[in-house]
């Protein structure tokens, strides 16, 4: 079927010749819309919130990428960054007072859109706390092995979260000019995703079960006097000597333990020099070995922690003193959460803990590879507890 032009339909109508008009000139034979630009030929306003005056535009693909869209996503952001600052202040990660433009709040809105599908990033901050979420995490603590807690997240809510710098090194609530006892890097994010409320005790209030958590190179001691610790350190030779005498007893070390701990324990030797005393459960169990033929079975050589020399030896067993002391001198908790830069956490009950001597935590923790260490040089925050995945 052929078409008229509208020029030619309108030239028979007034039966006569016309001059040229170019708006007669387009039939359906002459090319399509896209072709003669008409979808892109009508203004639209706005009216500019910083200006307050009415602007206009052409309807291009411009216009409704870099005005319509944008205006959508900042109202969408807008309310996602609400939901993220309300939890965040309950859950004791975000201040009391901040509003949606604080640094945490847009921190944690990167790394949780980047990883969230767009359309679930409302629905998943609101449903924290998840109490499935909570029970998955307090079963992982009492696993036989560590456990990852991204994985955890990730399987009930079908995300993606992992480890990101920045998110990992913001601290929670009121930590942020802390430079002593502040958080370990990761425990904001923990408490993000974990937290029911500001947890009045530890660092992790899931449900009324609370974790104190502890990042690899964590301190486990509270008032240690750092003189009694700097009196063990200078009996041996360092960890990074000599393969033939590191981690061993120097002359005057060894001479010390002779003329001071002939007819003494194991357990005097501990009380003078763990910095915090020793507790009943390792006076007996300590008591019974003789100082001398402690020594003399283990001054052996060895260089770096875990390495078995008298000095990692004798280290691990103070850091297990000194860390049950570090567990009477703050308030009462569930669960000790050890982990690290890849989100690897192992648990222990706090309990557990309290009622074995030295030797038995260190193999209780050794089981789920997180081993202590000294840390030097001493101060009062005692030795430190590592999680070696």
Do not use: C
């Amino acid at each position: 079927m052929k078409y008229k032009s509208l020029q030619q339909v309108y030239s028979e109508s007034v039966s006569g010749n016309i001059p040229p008009r170019k708006h007669l000139q387009l039939n359906v034979n002459e090319g399509t819309a896209e072709e003669h630009n008409i979808n892109k030929r009508n203004n639209l306003g706005y009216k500019d919130p910083e200006t307050k005056e009415w602007k206009f535009l052409r309807a291009s693909d411009a216009y409704i990428d870099g005005v319509v869209k944008s205006r959508l996503d900042t109202v969408e952001s807008a309310s996602y960054l609400k939901t993220i600052l309300n939890h965040g202040i309950k859950a004791g990660v975000i201040d009391e007072g901040e509003s949606i433009n604080g640094e945490k709040v847009k921190i944690l809105y990167n790394y949780l859109s980047r990883d969230a599908p767009r359309g679930e990033l409302r629905k998943i901050v609101s449903s924290l706390p998840d109490k499935k979420l909570q029970s998955k995490f307090i079963q992982g603590l009492n696993n036989p092995s560590s456990f990852n807690f991204y994985e955890v997240v990730n399987s009930e809510l079908g995300t993606s979260f992992g480890p990101d710098e920045t998110v990992v090194t913001m601290r929670p609530a009121g930590e942020d000019k802390k430079t002593r006892g502040a958080a370990g890097p990761g425990e904001a994010l923990l408490a993000f995703l974990y937290n029911g409320r500001k947890p009045e005790v530890g660092d992790l209030d899931l449900n009324g079960t609370t974790i104190e958590l502890k990042y690899n190179g964590g301190r486990i001691g509270k008032g240690v006097n750092t003189s009694d610790v700097k009196k063990l350190v200078g009996m041996f030779f360092n960890l990074g000597a000599s393969g033939k005498i590191a981690g061993t007893l120097t002359e005057d070390g060894a001479a010390t333990i002779k003329n001071e701990y002939d007819n003494k324990t194991l357990a005097d030797f501990l009380a003078d020099h763990s910095g915090v005393g020793i507790s009943d459960v390792d006076r007996s169990y300590f008591g019974r070995v003789r100082a001398l033929d402690w020594f003399e079975d283990n001054n052996k050589a060895a260089r770096g922690v875990g390495g078995g020399s008298a000095f990692d030896k004798l280290a691990q067993i103070v850091a297990a003193i000194q860390m049950k002391a570090y567990f009477n001198k703050i308030k009462p908790f569930d669960y000790l959460g050890v982990f690290d830069a890849a989100g690897n956490i192992a648990g222990f009950d706090r309990n557990d803990l309290l009622k074995s001597n030295a030797n038995e935590i260190i193999e209780k923790l050794a089981r789920k590879s997180v081993i202590l260490a000294a840390k030097t040089p001493a101060d009062e925050s005692g030795f430190q507890i590592s999680l070696q995945k």
